[in-house]
């Protein structure tokens, strides 16, 4: 009879826990600050109805790999294994999106709220601040829901009590990690940001470095846009890719990968902005016969749009954008480019005709397949080894 039950139970167990396994990969919350008075001063069916628009407009910016563990109230407590090689810049805008979204938000409910009612009056007393450690989790399937446990899960949930504000001044923030940093390879980008250290009982000294989220949200509200739309295009060209959006944008802005797409024996990346490629780099692409092809990005947003301006040997330029449009649980890359000019940007009529329309759309579906391929390799081995 006992051999009966343990064996019924066991059956029901295996039912619902589907998985559990030791995990090296990125842990970050994100969480509203200033809700505890904003909730206990606001009428309770505004204050936690704007809590939810806030929560999903994060929610609705993650980016996969990343995925929700749990709600904490009024916080998000996201994990990720990344691709080994996906580009610490990728990772670490995929976290700073979120911020955005959640300003975004923020800014529209103030501008378009007529209620006078403490909730509304107040939201704009909102923030929020992100934390991000690199580590190792067990994690625990039991029905649709996904649980982390661990010592480095503790340290992240720690975390959120620390002294950044007093210590930095800095309200909105991003607090990552050491070992994310080292994780990530982000040094060139941290070393402009705040050093800050934080100090826990059986867990020991934590340093980090922190960085404005408003900063980051003014710039891309300042930034101008420069776009070569559909309805301008000279050659356009589309694709379609099994991997996310995150994917393909590493697969655009990280040099290694470029050179493969791009099927290029050398490269040199020139001016990048504080350790980040950002516009105003330069990528210059060394191919056959002494060929340099250098490519200027113009323009970015990411995970949506770049836009890059292609010099030739023959002092050729074109100027075109790419567009990544979320399709299911892939990306559709869309390839907008104008008609070639010369470097000072005036017409270019010899390289304006159709023998030319069709040489360069060849090369745009050569290179931008290859990019597809190669990010759906990824996406297909991420999958695989999530799945295992």
């Not at 402009?192 to 470095?209: A, F, K, L, M, Q």
Request: aromatic share 8%.
């Amino acid at each position: 009879m006992d051999n009966v039950f343990s064996i019924g139970c066991w059956h029901w167990y295996s039912l619902w826990v589907l998985r559990r396994a030791h995990i090296q990969g990125h842990l970050v919350i994100a969480d509203i600050s200033g809700y505890t008075r904003f909730l206990t001063e606001s009428e309770l069916e505004h204050a936690n109805g704007i809590l939810a628009d806030l929560l999903n407009s994060i929610v609705g910016a993650m980016q996969a790999p990343l995925a929700v563990s749990s709600i904490e109230g009024d916080a998000i407590f996201m994990y990720g294994e990344m691709a080994d090689d996906m580009a610490g810049q990728t990772i670490l805008e995929s976290v700073e999106l979120l911020y955005c979204a959640f300003a975004s938000a923020l800014e529209n409910m103030v501008l378009n709220t007529a209620c006078q009612c403490n909730a509304c009056v107040n939201i704009n007393s909102l923030g929020l601040k992100i934390v991000m450690h690199c580590g190792e989790y067990a994690s625990t399937t039991v029905g649709t829901m996904t649980t982390l446990s661990g010592p480095d899960v503790i340290a992240v949930h720690r975390l959120l009590k620390n002294r950044v504000v007093e210590d930095t001044g800095i309200a909105d923030y991003l607090l990552v990690t050491q070992a994310c940093v080292d994780d990530l390879g982000v040094e060139s980008i941290v070393k402009s940001w705040t050093p800050h250290t934080e100090e826990y009982e059986h867990i020991g000294r934590v340093d980090g470095y922190v960085s404005s989220l408003r900063d980051v949200f003014e710039f891309q509200q300042r930034q101008t846009e420069v776009k070569v739309l559909q309805s301008d295009a000279w050659a356009e060209a589309r694709f379609q890719s099994t991997a996310p959006p995150a994917v393909v944008w590493d697969h655009i802005i990280d040099p290694r990968k470029r050179m493969k797409w791009l099927n290029a024996y050398g490269m040199d990346v020139l001016d990048p902005t504080d350790g980040r490629v950002a516009p105003g780099t330069e990528f210059h692409c060394a191919h056959g016969d002494n060929e340099l092809v250098v490519f200027t990005i113009l323009d970015m947003r990411p995970y949506e749009y770049v836009t890059v301006l292609m010099q030739f040997t023959d002092e050729s330029t074109v100027k075109y954008t790419s567009y990544l449009i979320p399709s299911g649980r892939g990306t559709r890359i869309l390839h907008c480019a104008e008609a070639p000019t010369t470097i000072a940007g005036e017409p270019a009529p010899d390289f304006s005709g159709s023998e030319y329309l069709v040489g360069y759309t060849e090369m745009i579906e050569g290179a931008f397949g290859t990019l597809t391929e190669l990010a759906n390799d990824v996406a297909e081995t991420h999958a695989s080894a999530g799945s295992g």
